[in-house]
């Protein structure tokens, strides 16, 4: 399930994964729709590479994921790890472990960080309540408000 986590001293909120998504990944369901909607504000986020916002734009929350080579989500996940100088290119979102930094290795980004900032971008007023987000889906939803009361 995604998980809400709180890091330095409660004043800075991602959501996490509780395991690891895309090609040969467990893709626990709502945590596939997390990084979907990631994916889909990444594609509306001016912060985010002009080139990357239309292969992110591909990703529909919600839809089912195959892990195939030409599902969307994994498309979206290989490209965003090639564009990010030095990522691990392993064809799947890892879990942050690295609460502290968000980073692991030699200050890599774990992507999640970065898909939760476009996520915070397209949720200005309301964030971390990611179910107010018109494109959240189901399942995702479901775990936002069961912790809503947490966050």
């Not at 996940?77 to 980073?103: C, E, P, Y």
């Not at 107010?132 to 775990?143: E, F, G, R, S, T």
Request: with cysteine; aromatic share 8%; proline share 10%.
């Amino acid at each position: 399930m995604a998980v809400p986590v709180v890091v330095r001293n409660g004043t800075l909120f991602f959501w996490n994964l509780s395991a690891n998504v895309g090609r040969t990944s467990p893709n626990r369901p709502d945590d596939v729709q997390l990084v979907q909607l990631g994916y889909a504000c990444a594609a509306k986020d001016p912060a985010v590479d002009a080139k990357m916002r239309p292969i992110f734009a591909a990703v529909v929350p919600g839809a089912p994921y195959t892990g195939l080579p030409n599902d969307p989500l994994t498309i979206a996940i290989i490209a965003d790890q090639k564009d990010r100088r030095g990522s691990t290119q392993d064809g799947h979102i890892s879990v942050l472990t690295n609460f502290a930094g968000g980073t692991y290795g030699q200050d890599h980004p774990f992507i999640i960080v970065g898909l939760n900032f476009s996520i915070r971008g397209a949720l200005p007023e309301t964030f971390p309540r990611i179910d107010k987000h018109p494109l959240c889906p189901p399942q995702l939803k479901a775990v936002s408000i069961a912790a809503a009361g947490r966050i």
